[in-house]
């Protein structure tokens, strides 16, 4: 079967940076993801590793290791704005191409 | 503007009742995907589709059921099978096997058992 394993909650302060772990058990591997979601509504998709090392995207940044099973996405500057819930993805065989999300990090920034 | 369209936005359900949410999408993703969100339980897969006229059922998929006739149109019918359906529903589309472009999300429908 397959897992994703993440903290529950982060909290930090605007300007700081966040680091928000994610290690997963597949069978077979194609790729980490990563989704941010506001309360209420729709994930929107930050970023995807298919091999080792770091991706950078502006202020996110997300990192793989494939033999840890093991990724982390990177928050910098933290902004009021990033305030909200991140889920790490991965396909498994056994859910054909369908992604098996995490149960989510709820991020808090305060000021 | 593409995108994708869940409707309604809000839906009550009576006990025993089916009901159906829509999902319609304009850019023009082989694959579609609906998910099911409780509070604290992430993004629980229901039932998914890579081409018309084919769908797999995904980890909660007992009391749901799909039809998959064309390509911009995924619906989900919520059937009194199902013994908890009050959650919050998403739908979503790939251009690519595995999401590795990334899904796209519609706005959700979130359905209440009254």
């Known amino acids: 079967g397959q897992s994703l394993e993440q903290p529950s909650e982060v909290t930090a302060v605007e300007g700081a940076i966040v680091q928000i772990n994610c290690t997963y058990q597949?069978?077979?591997?194609?790729?980490l993801s990563w989704y941010q979601q506001h309360d209420g509504g729709a994930p929107t998709f930050l970023s995807y590793?298919?091999?080792?090392g770091l991706e950078e995207t502006g202020r996110f940044s997300s990192f793989l290791s494939r033999s840890d099973s093991y990724g982390y996405l990177l928050l910098q500057e933290l902004q009021m704005k990033d305030s909200a819930s991140y889920f790490c993805?991965?396909?498994?065989?056994?859910?054909?191409?369908?992604?098996?999300f995490g149960k989510g990090t709820t991020l808090s920034v305060s000021s | 503007d593409g995108g994708i369209t869940q409707s309604p936005k809000y839906l009550f359900r009576k006990e025993g009742q089916n009901v159906t949410l829509s999902c319609e999408q304009n850019?023009?993703?082989?694959?579609m995907y609906w998910y099911r969100q409780d509070p604290g339980q992430g993004l629980r897969l229901i039932y998914y589709s890579q081409i018309v006229n084919d769908f797999q059922k995904g980890d909660i998929a007992e009391g749901y059921s799909v039809s998959r006739e064309k390509k911009e149109s995924f619906p989900l019918t919520v059937t009194s099978a199902q013994k908890n359906p009050t959650a919050f529903y998403l739908c979503?589309?790939?251009?690519?096997?595995?999401?590795?472009?990334?899904?796209?999300f519609g706005s959700g429908t979130r359905l209440t058992v009254v």
């Open positions: 979503a589309s790939s251009i690519s096997r595995g999401g590795g472009y990334g899904y796209t």
């Open positions: 993805a991965v396909r498994d065989d056994q859910a054909g191409t369908a992604l098996i």
């Open positions: 597949t069978s077979g591997f194609y790729g």
């Open positions: 850019l023009n993703h082989d694959a």
């Open positions: 590793n298919a091999l080792d």
